[in-house]
């Protein structure tokens, strides 16, 4: 059996979890369905709409941003958590299912609700950038969309994991997403803060200031490379958003040198952490139900 | 079989199960009572590979299940007394969830979860959503689900609770049937009339500490050596009572509200010849007969209401 196999197409934790729960809302009522879905379907018109007439590449992508970055807490808060709340958890350990095959079924289900909203929102996106970046060539407008998608679907990646750690550990669905948000909003926003008020007591004391908005240092000489190792970057340097502006910053040649792999390096930071606490999850998992991975 | 070897667990200072063992065969339905806390759940879960002992094992057809988890799985099915189920999805989704997670074979699939249905008797609800059952009914396809791989040791932890009478009287003819498939099942519980009518086998667990098991009528002989006669006596009970004490087959009587309980040791022909002599001595019998121990008597005999 293939991993593809093992973890998706036969593993009922992945299809229970990507579709046996939205089977629910399919089978209402068909006035139900429409009635609920106008409001959307209407929204996500005037989005297209408005991108086809001005452009807006960054209203999309903070859209996407907004959209993703949210919803994959909300929807991976409960899904170990809602087996111990509702007590099925000893039931689905009793089966034949590996530890590999409960963790991936459930990640994996996100990633593809994920991928769902995905879909939808990245044209805008990119019918916006063409319609506005003037001055970058197709092929470099191709290449900020693909970087900024990358950074934008890796964070939620990363954000979904996280949650499903916190789901597995806390227990109580709606702790896990109070913490995984609130930990969202402490590295996106309060730490960054925190980190320049804590740089510019130094720079009072006759050290170097660096500004996070001023991407020009990252383009001079040894940072140019070394951006990713240094610790006083890192708290900008990682934060998805500041990384987000970054690559429009040195896709539209507001600054000449674009450093190393900005953008890029970041998604697959992201991404390894991601891999790694889906590792952690699993092995705790077979560990607690001595299942073989 | 299921042999149980010293089966023990701590939780810090506190010992939930104490070095317990016992065995037992196909086709037994062992009842094994206890007060609340006492440890059956602690136990239950432990056989069904859900809770590492501290120490001790029970073998299930040869495979260890504490060495062996994985292996032992497929032969054991466990519902506990608190349990879920997976919302949104039909009765017959919601066991082809488990059945495919079980590893039933797709052509097999379809045949196994009829089968179980039909056993459980909820074919007419194969399409009703899981969440609008009714509790007896959910505690049924619970049951179903737990049949479905086809288990050798079957846990029940307190199965009947929260079940309505006809629920209950149910669920008791469902257990016997499923004994009578060759079964080990195992059923937990604390209220007794429950247990009485199908277990052929018993343990009685207090403060984490089986204080017995066996065969329910060998425990019945063990704690009632000499069988319990209530016989009353239209001459009055004080005069019936003083020619039984001259009888060398009695060994104890007592009057109790103008009724006469006699203790008496022999078998059923020695029993009519007792009769035949009241009546011959010239003493009116209104009612003559044999009252025989409970389970409830025997738990009350042999626990002290304590619990770990």
Redesign the interface.
């Known amino acids: 059996m293939t991993l593809w196999q093992k973890w998706v197409t036969a593993n009922p934790v992945f299809r229970y979890h990507f579709w046996g729960q939205t089977k629910l809302m399919v089978r209402r009522p068909l006035w139900q369905v429409v009635l609920l879905s106008v409001p959307f379907v209407a929204i996500y018109f005037w989005l297209v709409n408005q991108t086809v007439q001005h452009g807006l590449p960054f209203l999309s992508v903070g859209l996407e941003c907004l959209a993703l970055w949210l919803v994959a807490p909300l929807m991976s808060h409960a899904l170990f958590a809602m087996e111990f709340e509702k007590a099925t958890w000893d039931m689905l350990v009793l089966t034949r299912l590996t530890a590999g095959q409960i963790v991936m079924g459930k990640f994996l289900s996100r990633l593809a609700l994920l991928m769902i909203l995905v879909i939808f929102l990245a044209p805008l996106t990119l019918i916006g950038a063409f319609k506005d970046f003037q001055t970058v060539t197709p092929a470099g407008i191709l290449r900020w969309f693909a970087e900024t998608q990358f950074v934008v679907l890796s964070w939620a990646v990363l954000l979904t994991s996280f949650t499903l750690w916190l789901s597995y550990w806390l227990k109580r669905g709606m702790v896990a997403a109070a913490v995984a948000f609130a930990g969202q909003v402490f590295v996106l926003f309060i730490l960054p803060v925190l980190w320049g008020l804590f740089l510019a007591l130094f720079a009072m004391a006759g050290q170097r200031y660096i500004d996070p908005f001023a991407f020009e240092p990252l383009s001079e000489g040894w940072l140019k490379y070394g951006w990713m190792f240094d610790p006083r970057l890192a708290i900008w340097a990682y934060n998805p958003a500041l990384a987000i502006i970054g690559v429009f910053v040195f896709a539209t040649e507001r600054v000449a040198e674009k450093p190393f792999l900005w953008g890029t390096w970041q998604g697959i930071v992201y991404l390894l952490i991601s891999a790694l606490i889906i590792a952690l999850l699993t092995r705790s998992v077979a560990k607690a139900t001595r299942k073989p991975i | 079989m299921l042999e149980v070897k010293g089966l023990r667990k701590e939780f810090g200072q506190l010992v939930a199960v104490k070095d317990i063992h016992f065995a037992l065969q196909p086709g037994d339905i062992f009842g094994y009572i206890g007060p609340n806390g006492a440890g059956k759940t602690t136990t239950l879960r432990m056989l ?3 809770l ?1 002992p501290t120490s001790g094992t029970a073998i299930v057809n040869g495979i260890d299940i504490v060495r062996q ?2 292996d032992a ?2 032969l ?3 519902m ?1 007394d ?8 039909t009765v017959w ?1 919601y066991l ?3 059945a ?4 039933i074979p797709p052509r097999e699939r379809k045949q196994v979860i009829e089968n179980v249905l039909e056993l459980t008797d909820l074919t007419v609800k194969r399409d009703t ?1 899981v969440e609008t059952l009714s509790r007896g009914m959910q505690q049924r396809l ?1 049951l179903a ?1 737990t049949l479905l791989h086809d288990p050798l040791l079957l846990l029940l932890d307190e199965p009947a609770s929260g079940l309505d009478p006809r629920a209950r009287a149910e669920l008791k003819e469902l257990l016997r049937e499923i004994g009578a498939m060759g079964k080990i099942v195992i059923v937990s519980s604390h209220i007794l009339p429950e247990l009485s009518d199908f277990c052929n086998k018993i343990g009685i667990i207090e403060k984490g500490e089986l204080l017995l098991w066996g065969d329910v009528d060998d425990i019945l002989r063990q704690l009632q050596p000499a069988r319990l006669l209530t016989i009353r006596c239209l001459d009055g009970a004080d005069k019936l009572a003083e020619w039984l004490r001259k009888q060398p087959e009695i060994v104890n009587v007592q009057v109790v509200n103008s009724t006469v309980e006699a203790q008496f040791v022999g078998d059923d022909e020695a029993q009519a010849e007792l009769l035949r002599r009241i009546i011959l001595d010239g003493h009116r019998i209104a009612t003559f007969s044999e009252t025989t121990m409970n389970l409830e008597d025997v738990f009350l005999r042999v626990t002290k209401g304590e619990v770990a």
Request: net charge negative; with cysteine.
């Open positions: 069904a590979t859900l590492e988890p994985e799985r497929p054991i099915g466990f506990p608190f349990f879920g189920l997976y919302e949104g999805i989704e082809a969830f488990f495919e997670a079980y590893n959503y619970c689900k």
